[in-house]
């Protein structure tokens, strides 16, 4: 929301006497100009690819249409079945989830690894039992949306940063690899939060009778002014649009999202689930988050949840398809459930159409104490709070050993999965869309038009940066925001304090740069 330098008339300008005033005034809006350099090409990208990532199902329904519907028929096939003709048709395929068809028009999606290592969604016609294709999920143009918007699709240079769970728990390592694309959208972000703070400072009015104008450009204004006042207008409305992005999408990041995460664990535990009979170890994946980083979306307050283990001596085991489960020792045979009796278990759980079941994972190296995981079952993600849980059966007999909803989140972790599904436009349905779309739209228009605004009052054949103010000094407010903000997003505090120390030490001292960034 950046305006510019000379033009200083009206509800834009400081209306305090002094030329402290105006000093601070010129300060905060090169710190809002510079902000919007930092953040704006990222939250730029954000927009573009978020819009995709909120029409995933439509966008995904229409480019893979032969494969995600089919033609509605009374007949089925068995969930079993089905995975038998998966893995006839692709040799060597790893079963990791399953995901059945959530109406009569949808295909069944197996979800795993193919012989040559490559995670892959195989669909077939729950109808026929025909398998209708495969494709690489990230593949697709909504796959490489999320890349970009979660780690500008390179996460191979890393670098190892200190971990919350590492100080304070036994066995969590210290220091964790981070990608360095994630410390940048980090960064950026806050840096957006710092753009959108500052604008709503610099255009607030401080002229009695002037509030109108935050909502009302002035169209008739020729030149640079008209470009202000719409820039102005648009930059109200989204500022606190932008606050909501950034707050509610800082949870998925690798470090900051980690950190929260453990914060969050640690203060308002999401409550335990009772276990039925029988109170066993964990499972051979010990966290629900462990089964995301496979491949499976599940909701981001369920992250830090332990996956329960099942009771190789559980009454009815062996019930199902008589599949060998590896490794039965002594006792009886260890035989999975059938698909087709965890999908009617989870159905009559109150499971939503659409969930998906996650196959266990069993850890039998030591034969005096082998575990054996359950299968994981997810309502939808993302979905609205009310339709959101997980259950958990016992892999031999398909029994229930564990049912968690929304209800058993700590306070943290739901208020925080609140912000995530409005983020991603399903928590209020339509409403929740139409207003991200909005935002993402707003943020366009905002590049727009700062863009224009440069360019109307750069001087020829220069950069046109704002120039730095002499001997300023912060409002102790502006200082307090500056230092809750870099307690609350570290990477952003550092980053903020090193160009601090370059625009005062490094560029003050070079000639060419004082004049670059407009110090006299």
Not at 468 to 479: F, W
């Amino acid at each position: 929301m950046g305006q510019t330098e000379d033009d200083t008339q009206g509800w834009e300008s400081p209306e305090q006497p002094g030329a402290q005033a105006s000093r601070r005034w010129r300060s905060l809006w090169r710190t809002h100009f510079y902000a919007g350099m930092l953040s704006m090409p990222l939250l730029v990208l954000f927009a573009l690819t978020g819009l995709f990532i909120l029409y995933t199902q439509p966008i995904q329904d229409l480019f893979q249409d032969d494969w995600r519907t089919v033609p509605s028929s009374s007949r089925s096939v068995s969930l079993d079945d089905q995975r038998a003709e998966v893995e006839d048709a692709y040799d060597g395929f790893e079963i990791a989830s399953v995901t059945p068809p959530r109406d009569g028009e949808h295909s069944t999606v197996f979800s795993g690894t193919a012989a040559d290592g490559s995670f892959r969604d195989v669909f077939v016609d729950p109808h026929s039992g025909e398998v209708l294709g495969s494709s690489k999920p990230g593949d697709d143009i909504v796959g490489l949306a999320n890349r970009l918007h979660g780690f500008l699709n390179n996460e191979t240079v890393t670098v190892k940063l200190p971990m919350l769970a590492g100080l304070l728990h036994d066995g969590e390592p210290i220091l964790a690899e981070v990608p360095v694309t994630e410390i940048a959208l980090e960064i950026a972000a806050v840096w957006g939060l710092t753009m959108a703070l500052t604008g709503v400072y610099l255009w607030w009015p401080r002229k009695r009778g002037t509030g109108k104008a935050l909502i009302k450009p002035r169209l008739g204004k020729p030149g640079r002014a008209r470009w202000r006042d719409l820039h102005a207008v648009g930059g109200v409305l989204l500022a606190g649009l932008i606050v909501f992005f950034v707050m509610s999408g800082m949870p998925w990041s690798s470090y900051w999202g980690s950190n929260w995460a453990t914060v969050a664990t640690e203060v308002t535990p999401n409550e335990k689930p009772s276990f039925w009979e029988w109170e066993g170890p964990t499972s051979a994946v010990p966290t629900v988050g462990d089964l995301d980083r496979v491949g499976n979306r599940i909701p981001w307050a369920t992250n830090q949840e332990e996956v329960p283990a099942s009771d190789p001596s559980s009454p009815h085991h062996g019930t199902g398809s008589g599949e060998e489960a590896a490794g039965g020792g002594d006792g009886p045979p260890t035989k999975l459930a059938s698909l087709d009796l965890i999908a009617t278990a989870a159905t009559d759980e109150g499971m939503k159409p659409g969930f998906t079941i996650n196959m266990p994972a069993d850890v039998l190296e030591d034969p005096d104490e082998p575990r054996y995981g359950a299968f994981a079952v997810f309502n939808p993600w993302p979905g609205r709070m009310s339709n959101q849980g997980a259950l958990y059966l016992d892999q031999f007999s398909g029994r229930t050993i564990a049912h968690s909803t929304a209800a058993t989140w700590g306070a943290l972790q739901w208020t925080t999965e609140l912000g995530v599904q409005t983020h991603m436009g399903t928590q209020f349905g339509v409403v929740s869309r139409i207003l991200m779309t909005a935002g993402c739209l707003l943020i366009l228009w905002m590049a727009t038009t700062a863009i224009v605004m440069w360019w109307k009052r750069r001087p020829s054949g220069k950069a046109g940066l704002p120039r730095r103010p002499n001997d300023v000094r912060t409002p102790k407010s502006v200082l307090v925001v500056a230092v809750v903000l870099g307690l609350l997003y570290p990477l952003w505090g550092i980053s903020a304090l090193l160009i601090l120390l370059a625009d005062r030490y490094v560029i003050r001292s070079v000639p060419p740069l004082r004049r670059a960034f407009g110090m006299r």
